[in-house]
T-cell receptor, first 114, second 111 residues
Framework: AQSVSQHNHHVILSEAASLELGCNYSYGGTVNLFWYVQYPGQHLQLLLKYFSGDPLVKGIKGFEAEFIKSKFSFNLRKPSVQWSDTAEYFC????????????FGAGTRLTVKP | DGGITQSPKYLFRKEGQNVTLSCEQN?????MYWYRQDPGQGLRLIYY???????QKGDIAEGYSVSREKKESFPLTVTSAQKNPTAFYLC??????????FGDGTRLSIL
């Protein structure tokens, strides 16, 4: 089965700083990749997804992620974070369009200081 | 509104008891999932089901059981064999090729 590794357990930034959260996956075939966010006390919400095509995908709230196939990576970025971005972020991988087996990383907690 | 409903929101269990967590969806999704969320470990897949009357074990299925008798429902039973059941349990559903939608979760605690 596929697996996901998120390198940063807890990231602390000041407002307006740039953000990059690492995500690497292991799977030998075609993958679908996702970033989810969980704000305090809320359920998981989809930030963005990659299925195919342009490896640079843009999501909600100014987030983007780049799929680098050679590195098995799907890092999440935001040029300038806000206090309201404080949340936990999860990377997830699914083995292709017809595969419903989805696995999540351990999550990265982001704290943005005002 | 379409969505996923998990109940109850909080659940307490005595040692040695089985408990069942409910998950219902009205999104007409074929696939449903159960995850366990623990601090620092993210979401770990317990079971998933791609169609009615069929389900597969995830990474941590031991001590859990599921059923999928109806498309809308995917209850999870935490049995007494689960040694460390205290956790936050999340149910999700998806349709072919699409991202998962999540419920609000059930927090299970052992008395």
């Amino acid at each position: 089965a596929q697996s996901v590794s998120q390198h940063n357990h807890h990231v602390i930034l000041s407002e307006a700083a740039s953000l990059e959260l690492g995500c690497n996956y292991s799977y030998g075939g075609t993958v679908n990749l996702f970033w989810y966010v969980q704000y305090p006390g809320q359920h998981l919400q989809l930030l963005l997804k990659y299925f195919s095509g342009d490896p640079l995908v843009k999501g909600i709230k100014g987030f983007e992620a780049e799929f680098i196939k050679s590195k098995f990576s799907f890092n999440l970025r935001k040029p300038s974070v806000q206090w309201s971005d404080t949340a936990e972020y999860f990377c997830a991988v699914r083995g292709g369009y017809n595969n419903n087996d989805m696995r999540f990383g351990a999550g990265t907690r982001l704290t943005v200081k005002p | 509104d379409g969505g996923i409903t998990q109940s109850p929101k909080y659940l307490f269990r005595k040692e040695g008891q089985n408990v069942t967590l409910s998950c219902e969806q009205n999104l007409n999704h074929d696939a449903m999932y159960w995850y366990r969320q623990d601090p620092g470990q993210g979401l770990r897949l317990i079971y998933y089901s791609q169609i009615v009357n069929d389900f597969q074990k995830g990474d941590i299925a031991e001590g859990y059981s599921v059923s999928r008798e109806k498309k809308e429902s995917f209850p999870l039973t935490v049995t007494s064999a689960q040694k460390n059941p205290t956790a936050f349990y999340l149910c999700a559903s998806s349709t072919q090729g699409q991202p998962q939608h999540f419920g609000d979760g059930t927090r299970l605690s052992i008395l």
